[in-house]
């Protein structure tokens, strides 16, 4: 099975990417949904590399590191979405669940900010 947009043959490793994850990552969820699926559907095409939230914010970073230190599949980083260290087309996935919008309420700079975090996606 082929997934369009998410990889080109079935064996490849998707990577998803969630950016300005905050305290409650959506990132989480997706990784826990996905495995249970893999799993009880027995879907061995399905292969999940790694899921990666990141916001800016380093406490809430170690937070999130402290509470979900036992699966390997979820990673947690410090980043700016203005400015990624991720290598471009890296990632299979990308979801952000409001970092954009919170980003529109600042009025002197929020559409600026909004072309670079879509530009560095």
């Not at 369009?4 to 959506?26: H, Q, R, W, Y």
């Not at 996905?34 to 380093?58: A, G, P, Q």
Request: hydrophobic fraction near 35%; charge should be negative; glycine fraction near 4%.
């Amino acid at each position: 099975m082929i997934r369009p947009g998410l990889s080109t043959t079935p064996n490849d490793a998707i990577t998803v990417l969630e950016i300005g994850c905050g305290d409650v990552p959506l990132g989480v969820d997706i990784m826990t949904d996905l495995t249970t699926i893999k799993r009880e559907h027995n879907l061995n095409d399905l292969n999940l590399s790694r899921v990666i939230c990141f916001d800016c914010s380093e406490s809430v970073i170690e937070d999130l590191r402290r509470q979900h230190t036992a699966n390997s599949l979820l990673h947690f980083d410090v980043e700016d979405a203005r400015d990624l260290s991720y290598k471009n087309d890296s990632m299979n996935l990308l979801i952000d669940k409001g970092t954009l919008d919170a980003m529109l309420s600042d009025k002197t700079d929020g559409r600026n900010n909004c072309i670079k975090i879509v530009s560095e996606s």
